[in-house]
T-cell receptor, first 114, second 116 residues
Framework: SQELEQSPQSLIVQEGKNLTINCTSS?????LYWYKQKYGEGLIFLMM?????EEKSHEKITAKLDEKKQQSSLHITASQPSHAGIYLC??????????????FGKGTKLSVIP | GAGVSQSPSNKVTEKGKDVELRCDPI?????LYWYRQSLGQGLEFLIY????????KSGLPSDRFSAERTGGSVSTLTIQRTQQEDSAVYLC??????????????FGPGTRLTVT
């Protein structure tokens, strides 16, 4: 089963509106990452959260990790067409034998209408 | 500085042929990761290298898939006897990986593989 659930799966907003994307895990997250992907391009790192209650902001994007470290939200303020793309959350998981895996949610497709 | 690069950017191959996908990580990054993204699916972890060794190969979908890394730098993902279900975008990422610390992975643009 999918370890990370993202919601919504897709989102269409009017330019200038605020929006929130959520990422929920059934297990405590060790490290939580947010990435953005545009068609034909690689993933772009946005933010990494590690501590319960942590919040980080970059330009108009704010990401939070809850105290229990099982849920994260990505909030975009005053959305712009440049924010359009697929947003992916990823979680770090230690799989033993010195190996780490990064598990991803299925992504949230964001469209911003001018 | 230069980011992670992958080649080729696009590859179309006939079913049954072998393909090699290449990843050049960011200089100095000790960890290298391969992922696969199929249409409509999330990212799927394939394999992780720390230096030249891969502690965990359990993510490789079948024994037709193999990967190696030489000189702690370039990595090659090889798919033998390709099948149509292998069609996907293959992404490579690299990072400074210190044991037990989460770190930032930087992704390449991917190789779009189409098996006809």
């Amino acid at each position: 089963s999918q370890e990370l659930e993202q919601s919504p799966q897709s989102l269409i907003v009017q330019e200038g509106k605020n929006l929130t994307i959520n990422c929920t895990s059934s297990k405590t997250l060790y490290g939580l990452y947010w990435y953005k992907q545009k068609y034909g391009e690689g993933l772009i790192f946005l933010m990494m959260l590690q501590k319960g209650g942590e919040e980080k902001s970059h330009e108009k994007i704010t990401a939070k990790l809850d105290e229990k470290k099982q849920q994260s939200s990505l909030h975009i303020t005053a959305s712009q067409p440049s924010h359009a793309g697929i947003y992916l959350c990823g979680a770090d998981r230690y799989s033993g034998a010195g190996s780490y895996q990064l598990t991803f949610g299925k992504g949230t497709k964001l469209s911003v209408i001018p | 500085g230069a980011g992670v690069s992958q080649s080729p950017s696009n590859k179309v191959t006939e079913k049954g042929k072998d393909v090699e996908l290449r990843c050049d990580p960011i200089s100095g990054h000790t960890a290298l990761y391969w992922y696969r993204q199929s249409l409509g699916q999330g990212l799927e972890f394939l394999i992780y290298f720390q230096g030249n060794s891969a502690p965990d190969k359990s993510g490789l979908p079948s024994d037709r898939f193999s990967a190696e890394r030489t000189g702690g730098s370039v990595s090659t993902l090889t798919i033998q006897r390709t099948q149509q279900e292998d069609s996907a975008v293959y992404l490579c990422a690299s990072s400074f990986r210190v044991a037990e610390w989460a770190d930032e992975q930087y992704f390449g643009p991917g190789t779009r593989l189409t098996v006809t």
